[in-house]
């Protein structure tokens, strides 16, 4: 397939909004009842251009850009921890600081990497079955369907390998980020309709998974690109 420039833009803001995210989650927020990680307002920003990914190119296409991410992070965090480990200058006070912001324990690494993969490879296999299923039509059903699964898997898999055993409330910090997720992607559904149809008109095309395998780790499909 050939790459547009469109594409390409995509994927920089996917991959963007993933980087982000891990960056601003580590401060927590409290908006009204609610205990939220500021990342909140940007994660599920890359569920929303995965689904523009999906919609518009295919799950194949999906499929590759959320393996481009996962690398994308594990370089991000790799650095990070090079720059942690490196010795401070003798005037630099901020190494305290730097440990707070990017210093990722080995827990929160997991659990940030397995629900990222679990929730985005189904998030995507789910869009791509129902686009099938809808016949094209609703995309709103399936914006919405697969986030609901795709975010809930992600959330549940992040939250509990994370905090379990903190003394933090599990099951109410999964239902408060999972709602706040959803809530997101829906206020933002007018959006995504203008860049799909958008994206669908200038690329000329509107592609639909009938032979694709939804095996994550199937980076290629014989006589596909």
Not at 2 to 7: D, E, H, P, Q, T
Not at 40 to 68: H, K, Q
Not at 203 to 214: C, L, M, S, V
Request: include cysteine; aromatic fraction near 14%.
């Amino acid at each position: 397939m050939k790459i547009s420039y469109r594409l390409v833009i995509i994927i920089a803001v996917f991959i963007t909004c993933l980087i982000t995210a891990n960056v601003t989650a580590v401060k927590v927020t409290s908006l009204g009842p609610f205990t939220l990680p500021a990342a909140i307002f940007v994660f599920p920003l890359s569920y929303i251009f995965g689904d523009v990914l999906t919609e518009v190119y295919g799950y194949r296409v999906a499929r590759r850009v959320i393996w481009l991410g996962f690398i994308c992070n594990l370089v991000f965090v790799f650095f990070a921890w090079v720059g942690q480990i490196l010795p401070s200058a003798s005037f630099w006070e901020g190494q305290g600081s730097y440990e707070s912001i990017l210093g990722y324990t080995p827990r929160l690494l997991a659990a940030s990497f397995l629900g990222y993969l679990a929730g985005e490879f189904v998030n995507s296999a789910i869009l791509a079955r129902m686009k099938i299923l809808t016949r094209g039509r609703w995309l709103w059903s399936r914006t919405i369907g697969s986030t609901i699964i795709g975010q809930g898997l992600d959330t549940s898999i992040f939250i509990t390998l994370a905090f379990i055993g903190t003394g933090a409330s599990v099951p109410t910090m999964i239902l408060h980020h999972w709602l706040a997720k959803v809530v997101i992607e829906g206020v933002c559904t007018p959006a995504t309709y203008a860049i799909v149809n958008w994206l669908k008109k200038k690329e000329g095309i509107d592609t639909y998974d009938y032979e694709t395998r939804y095996n994550p780790f199937r980076i290629s499909e014989k006589g596909q690109s």
